[in-house]
């Protein structure tokens, strides 16, 4: 794993040659000219889907979204089917079914035989099997109508409704109704599967005697990682709308005996004690720098000397911004208007200033899921 440094800052010049691509690029007559030369042509044309697949992606998210609430993965699990069957079991119009069908098949969700029936492709069979991922998708609702109007949105002038799904950002009594509680904790829990299998793989826990999960819901990451490993004590500290659940989920997987559930608020309670290891996963980027610099400072007082931080959450990209992290997870936490995605770096200098050292994060396996950064107390 290597050392993560802080970012290089932007450089700003003035006139050059960049300058001078620009508008030689955006002349139409340079356009029609590249797109008319074979050397060039491919080139152009490669340009202009990238620029077309861009305009188009919401069309794109909302064939997604349609063929997840019809559950048209589900109806072709077991094989082909026709248009026809399927506007009948959906309840929509066959000619509007054809339609959404050949975008499926466009966008690689679907294949499509000779005869005209339909089936899965690898990826359309994946959307079905990925844990937390339909979930997720209709959860979108919610991020889509925050966009409605992205100007205003990045004016900083939209009352987003993404705010209010996730109400524990803002303290423990705007989250304290078990019921909304429930919901938030429910799609969380759904969507950790796949970060607990890439934390698990980015980082050992061997040797660990006493893991502690700080804002983990109802443990589905500290259940993952105690049916995976040997540590004999586990504690999941969380806001007191969530123990239920978390209690629950943990008898039934046979961790009762292992796990210890904290009710409370990293803002406002005491930290359990006794943990050689402190997981915060899909936390940080839930608040503002203030937050975090306040809690990596309380998380490095809990650890014993030599004791380890694991930090586990989507991450900006860092000297090249990325789609997940610099597009997608930049927005989402925009519109909980609490917090924010960071670059490693960032993530490494809140790190650092709270007195943690030999800071470090690879390259992650699937950055959309999540990237691990681990930092030491030192002796």
């Given amino acids: 794993m290597a050392e993560v440094a802080g970012e290089a800052g ?25 797109s008319g030369l074979p050397l060039t042509r491919a080139v152009a044309r490669a340009d202009g889907a990238r620029l077309f697949d861009l305009l188009a992606g ?26 026809a069957e399927l506007a009948a079991a959906a309840a929509v119009p066959p000619a509007r079914m054809a339609t959404l069908l050949d975008a499926g098949v466009a966008l690689g969700l679907f294949t499509r035989s000779r005869r005209g029936a339909y089936g899965l492709s690898r990826l359309g069979a994946a959307l079905e099997g990925v844990p937390g991922l339909k979930p997720m998708i ?37 989250a304290e109704d078990p019921d909304t509680a429930r919901t938030y904790s429910g799609l969380m829990a759904e969507s950790q599967v796949l970060v607990a299998e890439d934390t698990m793989r980015a980082v050992r826990f061997a040797g660990v005697e006493h893991l502690l999960d700080i804002g983990g819901g109802t443990g589905a990451f500290l259940e993952a990682v105690g049916r995976a490993t040997a540590i004999p004590r586990l504690t999941l500290f969380d806001l007191p709308a969530v123990v239920p659940d978390a209690t629950r989920r943990f008898a039934a997987a046979g961790l009762a005996e292992r796990v210890r559930v904290v009710p409370g608020s990293f803002r406002d309670d005491p930290l359990p004690e006794g943990a050689d290891t402190i997981s915060l996963v899909r936390v940080l980027y839930d608040h503002a720098d203030a937050t975090v610099a306040e809690l990596l400072a309380r998380v490095f007082e809990a650890l014993p000397p030599g004791g380890r931080l694991i930090v586990s959450e989507p991450m900006r990209g860092a000297k090249r911004p990325e789609r997940a992290g610099d597009v997608y997870f930049s927005l989402y936490c925009m519109a909980m208007r609490t917090g924010r995605a960071r670059t490693p770096g960032e993530i490494a200098a809140l790190a650092r200033a709270a007195g943690f050292a030999e800071i470090a994060s690879r390259e992650p396996a699937r950055p959309y899921v999540t990237r691990v950064l681990s930092a030491l107390r030192p002796a």
């Avoid at 919401?58 to 026709?82: C, I, N």
């Avoid at 609702?141 to 996730?166: C, K, M, N, Q």
């Fill in 10 to 34: 932007p450089r700003h010049r003035g006139f050059s040659l960049g300058a001078l691509r620009n508008r030689l690029v955006a002349s139409r007559g340079f356009q029609k000219f590249t």
């Fill in 58 to 83: 919401f069309t794109h998210s909302q064939v997604l979204m349609a063929v997840v609430e019809l559950e048209l993965p589900a109806k072709l699990m077991d094989g082909r089917r026709t248009s």
């Fill in 138 to 174: 209709r959860h979108h609702r919610v991020l889509y109508r925050d966009l409605a109007d992205p100007t205003a949105f990045f004016r900083g002038e939209t009352e987003t409704e993404l705010a209010g799904f996730w109400p524990y950002v803002f303290g423990a009594a705007a």
